[in-house]
């Protein structure tokens, strides 16, 4: 018989301290995104990583890391991070990591 993923249990144990008190490099940060599913992650974790968004995604930075904000904006998009709540910064955000095609016209 094949083992597929979704005979495998899943993990729910991957925890905001995970992410800000052990691997608080951006890179492994996004590293470990690219490997998880959105059910996998704790909500103060998806909150976190929102906040890194804002964080590096800051219009207020001399230069935003742009490989970092892509990764986690995309990690966003698959759910593993909290949304942006305001329209203005979602929209400043996206636009820095040129990522304004996926901004929904109305």
């Not at 691997?23 to 704790?42: F, G, H, K, P, W």
């Amino acid at each position: 018989m094949a083992l597929s993923r979704q005979n495998l249990p899943k993990s729910t144990v991957l925890g905001v301290k995970v992410i800000r008190d052990f691997q608080n490099e951006t890179l492994i940060v996004t590293c470990l995104l690219r490997c998880l599913l959105s059910t996998e992650m704790a909500a103060d974790a998806k909150i976190h990583v929102g906040d890194m968004i804002l964080r590096i995604g800051s219009p207020d930075r001399d230069a935003p890391d742009l490989w970092a904000l892509q990764e986690l904006l995309l990690a966003q998009m698959r759910g593993l991070a909290s949304p942006i709540a305001d329209e203005e910064i979602r929209t400043s955000v996206y636009e820095i990591a040129g990522f304004g095609a996926f901004l929904l016209e109305e």
